[in-house]
C-alpha cells in the first residue's frame, strides 16, 4: 500500500478525529480512503449518466407524450426492484 504524508486544516483535522474517537473508524487513513471511494463511486455514477444523456440527445426526438414516457419510465422503475 502506497504511504502519503498530507496536512489537513484544524477543522478537517478535528472532523477526522471525531470519526475516529466515535470508533466509525480505527484510523484518519480509514476515514480517508472511505471518502476516496465515494467518491470516485460518485464519479462512475455522474459519468454513467451523462453518457446516458449524450446518447438521448444524439438519439433524436420522440412522438411519445410525455405522460406516456413517465408511463414507461415507472414501469421500468418497478422492473429493477
Known amino acids: 500500500m502506497a504511504r502519503q504524508s498530507i496536512t489537513f486544516t484544524p477543522p478537517n483535522d ?8 466515535s470508533q466509525e473508524y480505527s484510523s484518519k ?3 480517508v480512503n472511505d471518502l476516496i471511494r465515494k467518491a470516485r463511486h460518485q464519479h462512475e455514477e455522474v459519468e ?5 444523456l449524450i446518447r438521448a440527445e444524439k438519439s433524436g ?4 407524450t410525455p405522460e406516456i ?8 422503475l418497478k422492473s429493477n426492484d
Request: proline share 0%.
Open 61 to 64: 426526438f420522440t412522438k411519445l
Open 48 to 52: 454513467a449518466i451523462r453518457a446516458k
Open 29 to 31: 487513513s480509514e476515514v
Open 14 to 21: 478535528d472532523w477526522l478525529k471525531v470519526q475516529v474517537e
Open 69 to 76: 414516457i413517465r408511463e414507461n419510465a415507472k414501469k421500468h
